[in-house]
Each structure stands twice: as structure tokens, then as C-alpha cells.
């Protein structure tokens, strides 16, 4: 079955600077890479996805990028604000299972 | 548009007593639905899943069974509570053969005494 896995498990970062969060797969047949922001206490919402289809999609402050080949795939956020301090979770998909989940990243942005 | 509900929205039981959380989807028809399981400071466990009425599939064995008796309806079930089941569960839906964007509800907060 599908294996995610996300590094770093702890991330802080001034406000202002960028963050980035990383994750790989083992399944090749996984086509839908989502990336999810819980907030503490709250549910995780999805923020962004891409599709293999295409190797960049950005919304804002937030990008993602993949890498097919390589299998990994990576959350960008560009000047970080404090609201931006959640846990980030990436997933993939592994054919017909439903979407397995990286064990979070918990970003601090420090004002 | 679509909206999804789980209650109750807190839980504190006892070991060894019975659990029952439910989960309803608004706005859409015959969608997949999940039940994940958080522990403190941890990530999301899959627990059940299903794409239609009676349909269910278990991901993770333990003493937590899962039901779908309406097409928007999915029930976690628990005879006798564990020390262990206690957690943040979430239930989520998803449409479509192919979409597995998955939407999470608030979330039920169970502790167990």
C-alpha cells in the first residue's frame, strides 16, 4: 500500500520568512497529492491540492510542487504570518484505498 | 452547498461503557464517507470507510465498528470503551469515483475515564 512520509516533524520560522514542507510517496499509480492546515483543536481543512497533471499550483501565499520522478512533493508558503502556526498534513492517494496522511508538520511562526 | 455534522461535539465516557458518534452529510448525494481517529498531538488514523449504503470497510482492527444505515448517515459504534479509545474523531466525505478531495466534519472529542 501507499507510504507517505513528512519532514520536517517541527518547523519555526520568523514571520516573513518562507516555509517549506516535504513529503514522499511510494505508490507511482497516485495521482492527487492534497495538503491539509489544522488549526489547534479545529478540523484539518484542505488548503491546496495538485494533480499530477501539472508540477505547480499556487493560491496566493501557498504553492505546491511535485515531482513525479522523484516521487515527493512539497508545500511552499511564502511570507509567513503568525495565523499561518497549525499543523500541516500532506496525503496521497494509493490506487483505490482512500487517501493515506504524512504524520504532520507542526509550524510556528514567531512575530 | 455541502455541509457535514458530528455529534456530540465533546464526550467523556467510562471505561467499559458503550459509544455511539454519528456523522451527517448535506447537500450531496451517495458520497464515500470516513471515520479517522487523533490522538493527542498526532496524525489522522483511518479507521472505516464507506462508499454506499451497507458498505464498509475496516482499516485498522480494535474494538470500534462502523454503520451506514442511510445514504448522508455514518455511525461509529463501541460496545465496551477502551482506556486507548480516547481521542479526536473525525468523520469525512468525498464524491465521486475518482475525487478523493475528503472534507472533514468538526470533530467529536471523546475521553475515556
Known amino acids: 500500500g501507499e507510504n507517505v512520509e513528512q519532514h520536517p516533524s517541527t518547523l519555526s520560522v520568523q514571520e516573513g520568512d518562507s516555509a517549506v514542507i516535504k513529503c514522499t510517496y511510494s505508490?507511482?499509480?497516485?495521482?492527487?497529492f492534497p495538503w491539509y492546515k489544522q488549526e489547534l483543536g479545529k478540523r484539518p481543512q484542505l488548503i491546496i491540492d495538485?494533480?499530477?497533471?501539472?508540477g505547480e499550483k499556487k493560491d496566493q501565499r501557498i504553492a505546491v510542487t511535485l515531482n513525479k520522478t522523484a516521487k515527493h512533493f512539497s508545500l511552499h508558503i511564502t511570507e509567513t504570518q503568525p495565523e499561518d502556526s497549525a499543523v500541516y498534513f500532506c496525503?496521497?492517494?494509493?490506487?483505490?484505498?482512500?487517501?493515506?496522511f504524512g504524520k504532520g508538520t507542526r509550524l510556528s511562526v514567531i512575530a | 452547498s455541502q455541509t457535514i455534522h458530528q455529534w456530540p461535539a465533546t464526550l467523556v465516557q467510562p471505561v467499559g461503557s458503550p459509544l455511539s458518534l454519528e456523522c451527517t452529510v448535506e447537500?450531496?448525494?451517495?458520497?464515500?464517507l470516513y471515520w479517522y481517529r487523533q490522538a493527542a498531538g498526532r496524525g489522522l488514523q483511518l479507521l472505516f470507510y464507506s462508499v454506499g449504503i451497507g458498505q464498509i470497510s475496516s482499516e485498522v482492527p480494535q474494538n470500534l465498528s462502523a454503520s451506514r444505515p442511510q445514504d448522508r448517515q455514518f455511525i461509529l459504534s463501541s460496545k465496551k470503551l477502551l482506556l486507548s479509545d480516547s481521542g479526536f474523531y473525525l468523520c469525512?466525505?468525498?464524491?465521486?469515483?475518482?475525487?478523493?478531495?475528503?472534507?472533514f466534519g468538526p470533530g467529536t472529542r471523546l475521553t475515556v475515564t
Open positions: 469525512a466525505w468525498s464524491v465521486g469515483d475518482s475525487s478523493y478531495e475528503q472534507y
Open positions: 496525503a496521497a492517494p494509493g490506487g483505490n484505498t482512500p487517501l493515506v
Open positions: 505508490d507511482s499509480a497516485s495521482n492527487y
Open positions: 495538485i494533480r499530477s497533471n501539472v
Open positions: 447537500g450531496t448525494s451517495n458520497p464515500n
